[in-house]
C-alpha cells in the first residue's frame, strides 16, 4: 500500500528509527521537528496519515492533535500518537484530543505497520467519498466537514457482540451513559442483527468461547450492508498477533483487557464520529447524482438521463422480444396560466402536474420532464392498446381535479394532450420512437387538445 506517512518528533534519532522502519515497507515518509511545521503540512494536505510525538516543546503533540481535528480542513487526517507515557489516563488523553489510536514506546514493528496500514486503507477510502463530495459543492450541496467538526460522537447505537455476561454486561454498562447498546451473545445470530440495525458501531470480543471471531469479523466486511460499519475488538492482552491479524481484514479499532472505562469511552466515540462522517459523504454523493439527473421543479428524472436511459431500455426490450411504448404529453395552453396568474402559479402547476403523473404509472415505468410543460412517459413491457388506456386515464384525472395555485387561494382548470408512439422493431430507436410520438401530439394539439392520439402506423 503506497501512503505519504508524516513523521513528527524533536529528535532526530527517533525520526529517522521511524523513518527507516515505514520506508522498508514502501510508505512515502515526511517528517517534521516540531508541532507548527507538522501543522502547516497537514494544512497544505502533503500527507495521508500522522505519526506524533506527545511531548515536543513547541507545540506538544496533544494540542497539535486537537488543532488537526478541529479544522474542517484537517480533521480527515489519521493521527497516530506516539509517547512514552503508558498510563490510560495518557491514553484517553489523546483520545479525547482526536487521535485515532495511540501507541506506547518502544513500538514493535508489527504493530506499527499494521496500525499504519489499517488507517491509510480505511482513509484512502474515505478521500474517495470526499473528493466525491467536495465537487458536490458546486451544485449547492453543503460539505459535512463543519457537522464532523461539532460532532462529540455521543447517541450512537451500539451492538456488542460477546458470549460471556461478566464482560458483556460490564462494557454496556459503561457505554449505556452515552449510547444505545444492544448485546447479543450468539455470533451465528450477529451478523444477521448488525445487517438489520443500522448500528454505529459494532464491538466484538475476540474470545468468543465457541466461534472463530475473525470469521465474524470477516463477514460483516463482505457483506454489503454490513461493510461500512465500525468494528471495535476486544483482545485479550497475550493475543497481539491475532489483534493485528483483526486489523488487516478490516477491524477498525481494539481494546487490550482489562479495560479502561474512560479508554472505552473515548474509541467508542471516536469511531461513533467517524460513521457518522462518511454516512454524511455517501449522502452527498447520493444527493449530487439525483440531482444531476432529476428536475430541480418537479422531481422527475431530467430530459439528459431519460435519452440516454431510453436507449438501453429499447435495446433491451428489442433482444427479449418485448413491447415498449412512449407518452409524449403537454399542458394546454400552459402560456396563458403564466401570463393570467404569474409564473409562480405556473410553477405550482407542474409540480402538481409531476406528481399527478407519478400517481398514474407503475414503478417500472420513467416520468421525465423532457423540457418546459412537456413531459415523457417511457413505458416497458407496454403495447399501444395497453398504453393508449393508461394515458386516457391519466388525461381525465387531469381534467377532472383543478390545480391549486398560490398557496392554495385559488385553483385553475387544466387539461393536457397526450402522443403516444410503440416501439415497432429491431431498426427502432429512442430518436425515431419520440419523434412519432411528438408527431402523434402535434395532431391532437391540431385536432382540438385535451385528447390522446396515437401513432398512425
Known sequence: MTARVLVVDDIPANVKLLEARLSAEYFDVITAMGGGEALTICERAECDLVLLDAMMPDVDGFEVCRRLKSNPATHHIPVIMVTALDQPSDRVRGLEAGADDFLTKPLPDLALIARVRSLARLKMAADELRMRALTSRDIGIESPERDAVADNGRGGR?????????????????????HGVEIEVDPGEALFRAAEGNYDLLIISLGLQNFDALRLCSQVRSLDRTRNIP?????????????????EIGVNDY??????????LA???TQVRKRRYTERLRDNVQMSIEMSITDALTGLINRRYMESHLTTLIEQAIARGKPLAALVLDIDYFKSINDTHGHDAGDDVLREFAL?????????????????????????ETDMAVAAMVAERLRRRIAADPFAIQQGARTVPVTISIGIAA???????????????????????????????????
Open 158 to 178: 451500539i451492538l456488542i457482540v460477546d458470549d460471556r455476561p461478566a464482560s458483556h454486561e460490564r462494557v454496556a454498562a459503561v457505554l449505556g451513559a452515552e
Open 231 to 247: 468494528i471495535l475488538a476486544i483482545a485479550e492482552p497475550d493475543n497481539d498477533a491475532r489483534m493485528m491479524r483483526g486489523l
Open 255 to 264: 481494546l487490550m483487557r482489562p479495560i479502561d472505562k474512560n479508554e472505552l
Open 267 to 269: 474509541r467508542a466515540r
Open 356 to 380: 399527478r403523473i407519478k400517481r398514474s404509472i407503475r414503478g417500472i415505468d420513467l416520468a421525465c420532464r423532457h423540457g418546459g410543460e412537456e413531459f415523457v412517459v417511457v413505458m416497458p
Open 423 to 457: 416501439l415497432r422493431g429491431k431498426d427502432d430507436n429512442a430518436a425515431t420512437l419520440l419523434k412519432r410520438a411528438d408527431q402523434a401530439l402535434y395532431r391532437a394539439k391540431r385536432d382540438g387538445r385535451n385528447r390522446v392520439v396515437p401513432d398512425a402506423a
